[in-house]
């Protein structure tokens, strides 16, 4: 390195200090400031100089100064690669499981939501409700059952109803359906539940 | 917001951003005003390292919710002091009643930091403030005002410029070759 490059970069140190760099000096600055050591020992040079002359702690040394960024610094790298480790260990299939959970775990308490009567029916409503839903068969799904009695038109109580779910139901299947269709598009023509294992078991 | 302020905003909105390298800057210029104010709740020097280093962890997990609303330095301070009160009582230690002013911290700093010392780094510091004065007082007179305006007034380079009828260019110029004489100094003594 030249004389003058690290003239060039100690004059930036320097301007950094004093909270004058500019934002190109301040970039590059960041990007070697692992690499090149002598920065490290400048700083700690002209912030003894400012302490000194302030009187406001003469006695931490340049050493100390040193020693202490390093501790800091290697405390926040260790800090950052055990993030990273976690990250790792949270595999996509742990994701993808975990998310379908969630998916279950919202249809159903959507689905719940829409079955419950509310306090202010009259029991007689909800027999009637309940007959009706009885008219569905059996062997459908949860889902289609949902989508079925929305569609037949003498349940319409319940198509009202399903029209004032709460905003915080709405919101939560608004994020499913998101998060779904993210997961979609990072994974095209991936089935996320193999319908042949399950079938298997 | 004054310059400090924007190279500090710059600095954390690169950590914000995934620059990691960022927050070592950061630590490197207020790890030192931090530990003098950690040393004010804490005396043992050990444990200052430690509060100090824990209050720059938390604010480094901290930092993406930061939102700039104070300063960089105002909202560490109260990191740092908090820490500080946290590990007082984990110690079963009573913290102070009252907290440091932010303004007022340096004041307070020597008249601590001297009760700490010993004799041997007394002398030191005097011997060293004695290098770092001839050193300013044998520097060419315009490195001499430019170094002092800054370092006693606390002048930014803008202000320092107006008062020495020069461009902002050369006076940051002329501090830091001030701050390259001091440092020779400092070196030839060991």
């Known amino acids: 390195m030249t004389r003058s490059t690290l003239d060039t970069k100690r004059e930036s140190l320097s301007a950094l200090i004093d909270g004058e760099a500019s934002e190109i000096e301040v970039h590059r600055l960041v990007r070697e400031f692992r690499s090149d050591e ?46 990273r480790e976690i990250q790792k260990s949270a595999s996509p299939r742990t994701i993808i499981a975990g998310s379908l959970a969630l998916a279950a775990s919202l249809v159903v308490a959507i689905f ?21 839903m009885g008219t569905v068969s059996s062997n459908q799904s949860p889902v289609l059952d949902v ?51 399950t079938s298997k078991k | 917001m004054n310059t400090t302020e924007t190279n500090d905003r710059q600095l954390v909105e690169r950590v914000q951003r995934g620059d990691k390298r960022a927050f070592d800057i950061l630590v490197l210029k207020y ?32 930092l993406p919710r930061f939102r700039g609303d104070s300063a960089f330095y105002t909202w560490l301070y109260r990191i740092a002091i908090n820490t500080a009160k946290n590990y007082l009582v984990s110690k079963s230690r009573r913290p102070p009643d009252t907290d440091i002013d932010v303004d007022g911290e340096f004041q307070a700093d020597s008249a601590v ?19 770092i004065f001839d050193a300013i ?43 390259e004489a001091i440092e020779k100094s400092i070196e030839a003594i060991g």
């Open chain 1, 38 to 83: 002598s920065l490290t020992s400048s700083w700690a040079m002209y912030q003894h100089i400012r302490s000194t002359l302030r009187a406001d702690s003469g006695s931490v040394s340049i050493e100390h100064h040193q020693q202490l960024f390093a501790r800091i610094t290697d405390a926040i790298e260790s800090e950052d690669s055990h993030s």
């Open chain 1, 112 to 132: 719940i939501g829409i079955q419950q009567p509310s306090e202010s029916q009259p029991l007689a409503d909800a027999g009637a409700q309940t007959s009706s």
């Open chain 1, 147 to 197: 989508q079925t009695v929305a569609n037949q038109s003498d349940v319409q109580p319940r198509t009202s109803e399903l029209v004032e779910l709460d905003e915080e139901k709405q919101r939560r299947l608004r994020a499913y359906l998101n998060q779904h269709d993210q997961m979609s598009r990072m994974n095209p023509g991936k089935q996320f539940v193999n319908y042949k294992e």
């Open chain 2, 31 to 62: 790890q030192h005003r931090i530990g003098s104010l950690v040393s004010r709740y804490i005396r043992d020097s050990d444990e200052v390292q430690d509060v100090t280093q824990e209050a720059f962890i938390k604010a480094y997990r901290a």
């Open chain 2, 113 to 131: 930091l001297k009760d700490v010392a010993g004799p041997e780094s007394h002398l030191a510091t005097a011997q060293l403030q004695k290098v």
């Open chain 2, 137 to 179: 007082e044998n520097l060419p007179e315009e490195l001499k005002v430019a170094v002092t305006l800054r370092e006693f007034e606390g002048m930014s380079y803008e202000e320092i410029a107006e008062v020495m009828e020069c461009p902002v260019g050369t006076v940051r110029s002329r501090i830091f070759r001030a701050r």
